[in-house]
């Protein structure tokens, strides 16, 4: 998918001046985390579970090229057949040819994050093959031609009168007078045309939360079923994976279960969690006859050698992207790619590169809830800055930060320097201020006194105080 | 010129400053997969029997699903007619022909028609047989094989699921230990599908909907005497 977060800063203000997308972002409000809070209330083990979990990740993290190798032979094993693509030009390319050689017009889709990043809708219609989503949000996407504001609430930002309007403009053989006004009506619709092209398609593709190197299974967890009907209607199976999504064992896999669904929407388990291990077995009545799995490294194992190691632990739940008042503000669009939220600014800049995505490490306030909630313990809020001094020191940064950070660092090394211009600043401001208590406006701090007053100083400063009060420096 | 395969796992061997590991690190690694470990299992995943049974069947209806207790299979032709009586849907259903279902007596209902094999699109509602129940969060957990075809869990609007009490596990740690014990290590059916309330979704303006694109309804049979007499 092409990117706008370059535009980050101009996607932002449009977004805050954006009504409808406003009252969207006002309806998520704390659904999700007040959910989150009453399940991690009913688990007292929860804590526990999330230092398993990361620990999981961590050793398998280590021994990847070992997991992966034992998760290829089981696939085979069972009949599967396992492709290894580098990047998202050739998993797209993969994709293709299998979808040609088994000549598939049709391909049922379950929601795949890994998809959109490699953008594989645009590029199957572009060669003539028809791909439909049936996550019903994800279905509402891409009849508007968008991609997902949120990883697994995709169309969070739409209002039922939008998702009435794309459903008038893509079903025309309804009557155009109908109503739909009720959330339950347009999920019938959606269920009747979706399950034609259920029982129809040449070819399923899915993305995996996880991989399970002992057995050679895909996970994938839904609540609405349209993972599992992609998976054993359609003659061919394609699943798309990234590299880090291999776990040892079902135990383990287990652990991060009971973590997934508490962290991303409160429910103690999605209603489906599947386990597929190959295709259909000479004996059974259905399922597909052919089985794919890509494993994609795009940009993986960059990040496995650099700072950034621990993302990869990351199992896409969107605890942090819930928990993120950035988030609450703008919405997903702004971030102007696939991913959104606290993981999406640390992802980003990694798989598309700092110099495209290097704005999105600045929309933080830093206030740590990312990583208080995430259940893979990843840090975040490090992330962020470790990715912001990469910004600098890349000189990507507009010109006045880097000034105001150059003038800040050439202060901060000069204590007796620091102190005098303190003690000015803060009497300016103070003998300025005395009378109203606060500015209503400063020179080069209006994008600041827009929406507050800064209050004047009063007193002394903090060094001075400090002293008086027979603070001494460690 | 190296494939791609060799490319991501050369890349991934680089990245971690090493070489591909030595063979005692393998064996370890192969023990670890060999002999499967549970970490941190919940306490209300430890529960005695009768406790477990009541746990799973709150956990179940918390989530949306209707449950029926029954003495045993005689009890179930009876208790489907009766969900179909008051769900006012036609007296046929589609079931698995597993084991546990062949010991139902379907004749019993001399008016309830009983198809076999996958799910039709045009099936109304499906019996199955569970291959366990997990107690923790009231999952169901079937298992695909000959007599238990995967659409029967997805396609109809109407899922009625036969669990024997006796296989009410406490955690899915022990659904995989049963699973093994008839498998054999590091061996799965096509698909395990641990199913946990009727489908639903909240895509739209997060309005809570049951019946997405699975069942509507799911209805557990709760048999006590798991045998046909």
């Given at each position: ?10 996607n932002?203000h ?6 409808q ?6 309806r998520?409000g ?10 991690i ?17 961590e ?42 050689a088994?000549?598939a ?16 809708n ?9 791909p ?5 949000g994800e ?7 968008e991609?997902?504001?949120h990883?697994?609430?995709?169309a ?11 459903f008038r ?10 109503v ?9 619709e959606?269920?009747?045309?979706l ?9 399923g593709?899915?993305?995996?939360n996880m ?18 009907l992609t ?9 798309i994976?990234?590299?880090e ?15 997934l ?16 291990t ?7 009545l ?25 993302m990869?632990r990351c199992?896409r ?31 980003i ?11 999105l ?6 206030c ?5 909630v ?10 962020l ?5 990469k ?20 202060l901060?090394?000069?204590p007796a ?6 003690r ?23 994008g600041?006194?827009q ?12 060094q001075?105080?400090w002293?008086?009060?027979?603070g001494r420096?460690? | 010129?190296?494939g ?16 591909v590991?030595p ?7 192969d ?8 970490n ?15 746990l799973?069947?709150s956990?179940?209806q918390r ?6 207790r ?5 009890a ?12 006012n ?28 094999g ?5 099936d109304?509602?499906s ?27 997805f ?11 006796s296989?009410?596990?406490?955690a ?21 599908n ?6 639903r979704t ?6 809570l ?21």
């Open positions: 998918m092409d990117s706008t977060a370059r535009l980050f800063p101009e932002a449009r977004a805050l001046e954006d009504r997308l406003q009252s969207a972002l006002a998520f704390e659904g999700f985390p007040v959910k989150r809070r009453n399940a209330d009913r688990l007292p083990e929860f804590e526990a579970l999330r230092d398993a979990g990361k620990a999981i990740k050793h398998t993290l280590e021994h990847l090229d070992y997991y992966l190798e034992q998760f290829e032979t089981k696939v085979t094993e069972v009949g599967g057949r396992v492709h290894w693509c580098t990047d998202a030009e050739a998993a797209r390319q993969k994709i293709l040819e299998i979808c040609r088994s000549g017009r049709t391909v049922t889709k379950a929601k795949s994050m890994i998809g959109e990043e490699i953008g594989i645009e590029f199957l219609e572009h060669h003539s093959v028809k439909v989503e049936t996550d019903l279905y509402i996407i891409q009849l508007r031609h991609p997902p504001s990883i697994i609430v995709p969070v930002h739409l209002s039922k009168e939008q998702v009435a309007d794309a403009a893509a079903h025309p053989q309804f009557p155009s007078d109908r739909l006004e009720e959330p339950r009506v347009m999920l019938d959606a269920r009747e045309v399950r034609r092209e259920f029982l129809s398609a040449d070819v593709i899915t993305g995996a991989l399970v190197a002992e057995t050679g299974s895909i996970i994938l967890v839904t609540n609405e079923g349209n993972a599992d998976q054993t209607l359609p003659r061919v199976q394609i699943v994976a990234s590299i999504k291999v776990v040892p064992t079902l135990e383990d896999a287990t652990t991060i279960l009971r973590l669904a508490r962290s991303a929407t409160g429910q103690e388990l999605s209603v489906y969690t599947t386990f597929t190959g295709p259909k077995r000479p004996e059974d259905d399922g597909p006859e052919e089985y794919h799995v890509l494993l994609l490294d795009n940009g993986r194992t960059s990040m496995l050698g650099n700072e950034f190691k621990e990869l199992i739940c969107g605890a942090c992207i819930n928990h993120c008042p950035v988030y609450a503000a703008v919405g997903g669009h702004a971030y102007g790619w696939v991913y959104s939220g606290p993981m999406g600014a640390v992802l800049p990694n798989l598309i590169g700092v110099g495209e995505a290097g704005h490490p600045n929309a933080s306030t830093l740590g809830r990312c990583e208080e995430c259940p893979m313990r990843i840090p975040l809020p490090r992330m800055r470790q990715l912001r001094e910004q600098f020191e890349a000189k990507l940064s507009p010109k006045p930060i880097r000034w105001g950070l150059w003038g800040w660092a050439f901060a090394r000069r320097l620091y102190k005098l211009a303190m000015v600043g803060v009497g300016t401001l103070g003998a300025i201020g005395r009378r109203r208590g606060r500015f209503r406006s400063l020179p080069m701090a209006s600041w006194t929406a507050r007053d800064l209050p004047s100083p009063q007193g002394p400063t903090f001075q105080l002293s008086a009060r027979g420096r460690q | 010129m190296s791609p395969r060799d490319q991501v796992l050369t890349a991934i061997r680089s990245a971690l400053g090493r070489r590991l063979e005692q690190a393998t064996a370890a690694l023990r670890r997969l060999a002999q499967p470990a549970a941190v299992v919940p306490a209300r995943g430890r529960l005695p029997l009768a406790e477990r049974i009541e799973f069947v956990e179940a989530v949306n699903a209707t449950t029926a029954l003495p045993d299979l005689q179930v032709p009876g208790a489907v007619m009766a969900y179909l009586r008051q769900a849907l036609p007296a046929a259903v589609r079931a698995a022909t597993d084991p546990l279902l062949q010991a139902v007596p379907w004749s019993s209902e001399p008016l309830l028609q009983v198809a076999h996958r799910a039709q699109g045009e109304v509602v019996v199955c047989a569970a291959f366990a129940g997990v107690a923790e969060t009231g999952t169901l957990v079937l298992v695909s094989d000959a007599h238990n075809p995967v659409t029967l869990n396609l109809p609007e109407n899922h009625i699921v036969v669990l024997p009490t296989r009410i596990v406490g899915y740690e022990e659904a995989w230990q049963r699973l093994r014990g008839t498998l054999g290590h590091r061996r799965m059916p096509r698909a395990v641990w199913i946990t309330g009727p489908s909240a895509d739209i303006e997060q309005t909907l049951l019946g997405a694109h699975g069942p509507k309804q799911l209805h557990i049979l709760l048999v006590d005497a798991d045998t046909g007499r």
